[in-house]
């Protein structure tokens, strides 16, 4: 199993808009192959960040599934939005 961390910090006042649009974009995260599990976060001391919670079967169902989001143009139209690069963080559990 692998687990990705996922740190989005947003430009500061726009953490909401992003928030509210993300849950119809997580149902297709979650019937992507592979993916086990998704929880996104809002984090209660930094208003500008949200972090994502993603269990995958592999490094490479998450990596696939990362293309497939370049390819739609999703990540593209994020970095207006965003104050800084995604950080995203691989696990795995031992």
């Given amino acids: 199993m692998h687990t990705v961390i996922v740190i989005m910090t947003c430009k500061p006042g726009l953490r909401e808009g992003i928030a ?5 974009s ?3 995260t979650r ?3 592979g993916c086990l599990l998704l929880e996104m976060y809002l984090d ?3 208003p500008d960040k949200i ?3 993603e269990k ?3 490094r490479a169902h998450q990596e696939k599934y990362i293309a497939w989001r370049m390819e739609t143009g999703m990540l593209e139209a994020l970095e207006p939005i965003l104050a800084e690069p995604l950080e ?3 696990y795995s559990s031992y």
């Fill in 26 to 28: 997580q149902v297709e």
């Fill in 51 to 53: 972090m994502m919670w």
């Fill in 31 to 33: 019937a992507f192959e």
């Fill in 88 to 90: 995203v963080m691989h």
């Fill in 20 to 24: 509210e649009s993300l849950p119809a």
């Fill in 56 to 58: 995958w079967e592999s």
């Fill in 44 to 46: 209660q001391d930094h």
